[in-house]
């Protein structure tokens, strides 16, 4: 083993450095999150929980990423078929717009909606006049979640279906198979656990966004309150063991998140499929 | 007959309708809305743009948002190539959660990781308390920004060098050791310039997110005028004073590091698989 060569010191060093860095970085940080939500009980706990702010918050977590993980799934398969099974012009260009939403910071990302729906936006007037609300409300949230998490399902599905070809659709394809039985006997298996992959990913980011659902939020309490939002509200106000009891919620959902992460990396590597990378 | 090579778009079916569905939903969703930040931008005319991003407060918040997200960068390329190194080299108890964890700061939605360190690190809180007796004041100071920032970052310099290392060649090291190199030597000359390139990413990768970053910070960063705003907060801050041309302009020079940063990164991707 190519570990041997380095002397017993510096392996112990270095390991201790890299543990104590993520003890105190990475487990610390999760240890508190439960430690301070459970600091006034049980009972406290999960009254936080119960409450119908908190429920509320849920129930629009819950819509959005609803809304949005369904889409951005849609939009990932068909971007996906269209570059990875056919050559044209511009392919590369397309590429890198599809990946823009992730380099523009989630402030920016909700100031564009605002900009567009809000009162002083281009629809603004339009949508007053109409009674119409988007931004302050529940639409404006579901779009900017559906911002955020847009390049997800497609870059993960992108780089795999490129590595894959087309021989095995043009084969079923002269075998005399219609468009979506292609896709959907063929393609489809071959893809699944990238597929699968990049909705855990979007799925996390959807119900975890903050930044983003903050600005076109308008913080209503029980109407446009994400669970994010709602413990940045009892947090702020000074509710530290009802803010972490609802924030744990979400670690608990990081938690899975890595776990059905780690599952379906396993599943991959053992049909065969090379995941594209994370983050 | 020789196998004609077929071309794509002529045998599978589906084309006009996935790309023309592509299209119109980037454009519906990312691009229309982009272009119109851009737009808004123009129409609040050059000497407000121009008086807005060069204010003060916001020149000093443009130095404190760059500043923390160097210094977060360049700590988690050291401590990410460390662990990157020792998750692919020494075996150790516990490695599998070690690993699965790292993407931690990935999955956990960034307001909890905001009031989390905030919590930790306040002069009572289980990290803060044994700092103060140092004179180290962590929360509400750039200190406990960059510490946001590295927590943030760290995943992304710890992936983009883990399989690099892994595939660094094992015979080119034995050569160099059987040559008479030492280790430290060994590790210069031969496998550092090989990682060079995924630690040059990893490091691009988390700056971008750290300039851009607010839901872990803005809990930690006191938010003091001058001092501890970083720019995507004063975006907020016009916003709730209703001064959108102000949040507007802001936006757009935001817009414009990130898209410069997005190049940067897709260059250095593209030299990496070359």
Known sequence: MRSNSDPLWVRLLLTSVALVFFGLFLLLPLVAVFTEALRKGLGTYFAALAEPEALSAVWLTLLAAGIAVPLNLVFGVAAAWAIAKFDFPGKQVLITLIDLPFSVSPVVSGLIYVLIFGLQGWFGPWLAEHNLKVIFAVPGIVLATIFVTFPFVARELIPLMQAQGTEEEQAARVLGARGWQIFSRVTLPNIKWGLLYGVILCNARAMGEFGAVSVVSGHIRGRTNTIPLHVEILYNEYHAAAAFAVASLLAILALVTLAAKMAVEWKARQSGQELAHEH | ?274
């Open chain 2, 1 to 274: 007959m020789k196998p004609k090579k077929l071309r794509k778009s002529s045998v599978l079916p589906g084309f006009g309708l996935t790309l023309g569905f592509t299209l119109a939903y980037l454009s519906l969703i990312v691009l229309i809305p982009l272009s119109a930040t851009f737009a808004k931008a123009a129409s609040g005319g050059w000497a407000h743009f121009w008086n807005t991003v060069t204010d003060p407060r916001v020149v000093a918040s443009y130095r404190l948002t760059f500043g923390a997200s160097l210094a977060a960068a360049a700590f988690n390329v050291v401590m990410g190539l460390l662990i990157a190194w020792v998750l692919v080299r020494y075996p150790f108890p516990g490695k599998r959660i070690v690993d699965a964890l790292i993407d931690l700061p990935f999955a956990l939605p960034t307001a909890v990781a905001g009031i989390t360190l905030t919590t930790l690190l306040n002069a009572h809180g289980w990290v803060g308390r044994y700092l103060e007796p140092l004179g180290i004041k962590a929360a509400f100071t750039p200190l406990g920004i960059v510490i946001a920032l590295i927590f943030i970052g760290l995943p992304f310099v710890v992936r983009t060098v883990e399989p690099v290392l892994q595939n660094v060649d094992a015979e080119v090291e034995q050569a160099a050791a059987s040559l008479g190199a030492g280790r430290f030597q060994t590790f210069v000359r031969v496998i550092f310039p090989e990682l060079a390139p995924a630690l040059l990413t990893g490091f691009t990768l988390a700056f971008a997110r750290a300039i851009g970053e607010y839901g872990s910070v803005v809990f930690i960063s006191g938010n003091m005028p001058m001092r501890t705003e970083i720019t995507p907060l004063l975006i907020i801050t016009k916003l709730e004073q209703y001064d959108y041309a102000g949040a507007t302009a802001i936006g757009v020079v935001m817009l414009l590091i990130s898209f410069a940063l997005l190049l940067v990164i897709n260059f250095l991707q593209r030299r990496a698989e070359l």
